[in-house]
């Protein structure tokens, strides 16, 4: 399969996936500290909500347009939100916190994804989630928070976020494969 256009531009499905992809993180670290109490146990950053739909948009963007498609979907993500973030008035811990996340757990998700690449498109989704949500959920809580709110707080956003994403990107996962289904 051809990813790329007769000038070697990734081709159009690739890059309306980027730029969704973009937008979901755009999107998350507008709302990052906005909070819905769980009912039992757990508080829900609202950005989590946004930031779910991002793992399942770049493994469609690997599928899509390959490996590098998936490099300039990260770059383009960070650029976007670190002006964004900048222009926004965004704290500094936050915008860090943030670029680190991304960074560390795309690239890890990515690593995982290639690893699998000649295994079901389902394997390679979730062995590839299963690094990198906690690893993103971790890593930025820990970074954005500490200091700032207790640890128990932050254990809350912790689970919280790890829980939402995986049921947000599972149900989001199944809506773009019946939709592809569909198609087929």
Known sequence: MNHFSARGRPAPLPLLLIALYALSILLANITLNKFIPLPVYGLLSVGTIFFAAVFTLRDRIHRAGGLNAVFIAIATALLINTVAALFLGTEWRFIGASFLAILVGELADTAVYQRLIHRSWWMRV?????????????????????GIMSGSE??????ADILAKYLIAALFAVRVRQASRALA
Do not use: K
Request: charged share 5%; hydrophobic share 70%; glycine share 0%.
């Open 154 to 159: 932050i254990a809350q956003i912790i689970f």
């Open 126 to 146: 979730l062995a590839s989630n299963a690094v990198s949500v906690p690893l993103d959920s971790v890593l930025f809580n820990l970074l954005a928070f500490v």
